[in-house]
């Protein structure tokens, strides 16, 4: 018999935005209902951030042993045991997983349903036993890897981020297809650990970066030993022996064959709207997600969509999503999403950080603008920690208000936190002039980097003449 459930809130999705929506209602005595058909967690703690920040991590510690001589300390090559990295991985997501856990969302009063969720018209969800009717919904499903039609694909045993870090044994050669973010995190990590890479990409590396900071990156990876093929087109797959692959590959024209032991495919990402019923709700959706508004309203005014179904690829996009969410469903509080405000980083090394413009962005939308520039290599805790590598990028209008942030270099993710703020609160390059920075921390980047603002101003002959001026007084 069907069981008929009236929450206030209904969430579809146990991801990181779903989850936030459902714990912030429950603490305001909300009634609500978690519906979750896979994991509680998502993709990010199961299959992303949190696994691939970990393989990172042994991969660097890796790296660092053969890295001593510099510092005075003998270079090591590490002895690696895979299964004991694959453990730190599992042991990482099992040390987090709690916080996401059914048990803990019960306790805060969450009615979890671990089922599938889909729409049966403009009111009414049904998943399982259940009927869900609820004065508002909010569609939090995520994406899943995007697989591109290559021919003979489908006959090859292929990895995704959803099941590379199931593997038992390291791969002798992994070749990667999709030269993005993900793609070179994985790549870069593998390679510390011992495996041959080749990343095969169809268009420009790490392409929709800032060309100046993703060249530094790619040049570091080449330099480590990850091979990199830009502009080539995967034109088809066949197995190569029991368990390898085989790639035919290269620009048009130009065929060039690439054998290795597995084959990752990080071409992007799609969202989960195919089974959700979308239509028989009045939800607009196209292949590249859940139609919103400004205010993450979709087309039926009781339905909010929030993350990678809404755009925001990031976790803490739809960390960000879930707030203002909740503030238009329980507050009834004027929202509007401001994309422009959300870090982006790339957890390479040196990682990638940004957020606001880029220097082309700015450039197209305000004409005349500043580029202010700090090297890594005129910070004193950089010169300490060897990590002079990379820069930071400071775009700001012809007044001097921030536009955007960009940062290559060791820690950058630590550091555009700073920036995210600053852009936030509508600061100013003097803003950042008046900002004190412990001395020796990287954090002093930002600060040298408005000087040179003022370093141009002083020039000008106005100042000049004022400080002419105010000399004759004594």
Known sequence: MTKKLRPDICVIGGGSGGLTVAAVAAHFGVPVVLVEKGRMGGDCLNYGCVPSKALIAAAKQAHGLRQGSPFGIADVEPRIDFHKVTAHIRSVIAAIAPNDSVERFTAMGVQVIQAEARFVDDKCVVAGEYEIQARRYVVAVGSSPSIPPIPGIENIPFLTNETIFD???????????GGGPVGFELAQAYHRLGSAVTVIEAGSALGKDDPELAALVLQKLRAEGVVIHEHSVAFRLEKDGEAGVRLYTGPTGAETIIEGSHLLVATGRSPNVERLGLDKASIRFDSKGIKVDDRLRTTNRRVYAIGDVAGGQFTHAANYHAKLAVKSILFRLPVRRKPELIPRVIYTDPEIASVGLSEAQAREANGQIHVLRCPFSEIDRA?????????????TCRRGRILGVSIVGSNAGELIGFWSLALAKGMRVHDII?????????GEIGKRAAITYFKEKAREPLVQGLLRFLRLFG
């Open 167 to 177: 593997l038992a044994e390291k791969p002798d050669h992994l070749l990667i297809l």
């Open 434 to 442: 008046g900002h004190i920075a412990p001395y020796p921390t990287m």
């Open 383 to 395: 010169q300490a920690d060897l990590s002079t590598e990379g820069f930071l990028k400071l775009v």
